[in-house]
């Protein structure tokens, strides 16, 4: 079993920045293969892909991410991380990281991470 922990959220003001973290855990497990991708939930909206990473290290982002955001790996320590910079308030809402949902079957859900934009 999986499990993914998120981390690096916050309250921001618009124009700041944040980096968040992504440990991904299990038995015998590795994210080596896989391709991996940050999600957002804002409120009342649907989860979205924002960005994901291959397992060679190739990224493609959403309209929402792109120029903005950078996702990277470190595959020996099993992380992923989301650099989001020029933040917007309406990137406020819950981030999560997974497998890249259009390549593999997501793992469960971790807790996700709140990003807050206000001034």
């Known amino acids: 079993q999986v499990q993914l922990v998120e981390s690096g959220g916050g309250l921001v003001q618009p124009g700041g920045s944040l980096r968040l973290t992504c440990a991904a855990s299990?038995?015998?497990?590795?994210?080596?293969?896989?391709?991996m991708g940050w999600y957002r939930q804002a409120p009342g909206k649907q989860r979205e892909l924002i960005a994901a990473?291959?397992?060679?290290?190739?990224?493609n982002y959403g309209d929402s991410a792109k120029g903005r955001f950078t996702i990277s790996r470190d595959n020996t320590k099993n992380t992923v991380y989301l650099q989001m910079n020029s933040l917007k308030p309406e990137d406020t809402a819950v981030y999560y990281c997974?497998?890249?949902?259009?390549?593999?079957?997501?793992?469960?859900w971790g807790q996700g991470t709140l990003v807050i934009v206000s001034s």
């Open positions: 299990g038995t015998n497990f590795s994210i080596n293969p896989m391709s």
């Open positions: 997974n497998a890249d949902w259009f390549r593999n079957d997501p793992w469960d």
């Open positions: 990473i291959t397992s060679g290290g190739n990224s």
